[in-house]
T-cell receptor, first 116, second 113 residues
């Protein structure tokens, strides 16, 4: 069964360093998303991406964050200068069609980011 | 603005007992509603979804949920809990107005032997 994959599963970095979190969405999906879950808190939307551009972003997704689809398979989230409060589990998701039609988003297993 | 509340951050049930996890939503437009489950150290898996067809929705693993517009609720139930049901459960909402899913705070389900 097709699935969303994410690498690495755990990333440890020093405050101020850049990190790139990688995702491989399901191959025929066109909509891509990043969410994060701070330990013990709810899952929060960061950004949605369609047709090589951001379609929506939350207030969390400030200038320190960027997303890219560098090739036909990968979808990346970059944090330019990490802060302690960026420590969280980051989930990538994809959907065949936009969520606006109630279509399911398929989630990856997540990358746990720890900022020291 | 759309939002989701889940009554009870932690619910414990005995094996074989009824599972009831509560979810209420707020939405200015007709919503699409989802229940996701998260097992320890795993990602989010869709249990079921409501997309304006039948108000009683059946999902995987014996779970079902009923959409009640008058109560703005979408409670999740399962007649008989199994040990394997122990996990975190998230209710979520989306609408046609935006392309994202808004999650509730989650309910941790424990199943007691």
């Amino acid at each position: 069964e097709p699935e969303v994959t994410q690498t690495p599963s755990h990333q440890v970095t020093q405050m101020g360093q850049e990190v790139i979190l990688r995702c491989v969405p399901i191959s025929n999906h066109l909509y891509f998303y990043w969410y994060r879950q701070i330990l013990g808190q709810k899952v929060e939307f960061l950004v949605s991406f369609y047709n090589n551009e951001i379609s929506e972003k939350s207030e969390i997704f400030d200038d320190q964050f960027s997303v890219e689809r560098p090739d036909g398979s990968n979808f990346t989230l970059k944090i330019r200068s990490t802060k302690l409060e960026d420590s969280a589990m980051y989930f990538c998701a994809s959907s065949e069609e936009g969520t606006g039609g109630g279509n399911e988003q398929f989630f990856g297993p997540g990358t746990r980011l720890t900022v020291l | 603005a759309q939002s989701v509340t889940q009554l009870g951050s932690h619910v414990s049930v005995s094996e074989g007992a009824l599972v009831l996890l509560r979810c209420n939503y707020s939405s200015s437009v007709p919503p699409y509603l989802f229940w996701y489950v998260q097992y320890p150290n795993q990602g989010l898996q869709l249990l079921l979804k409501y997309t304006s067809a039948a108000t009683l929705v059946k999902g995987i693993n014996g779970f079902e949920a009923e959409f009640k517009k008058s109560e703005t609720s979408f409670h999740l139930t399962k007649p008989s809990a199994h040990m394997s049901d122990a996990a975190e459960y998230f209710c979520a909402v989306s609408t046609t107005s935006y392309d994202k899913v808004i999650f509730g705070p989650g309910t941790s389900l424990s199943v007691i032997p």
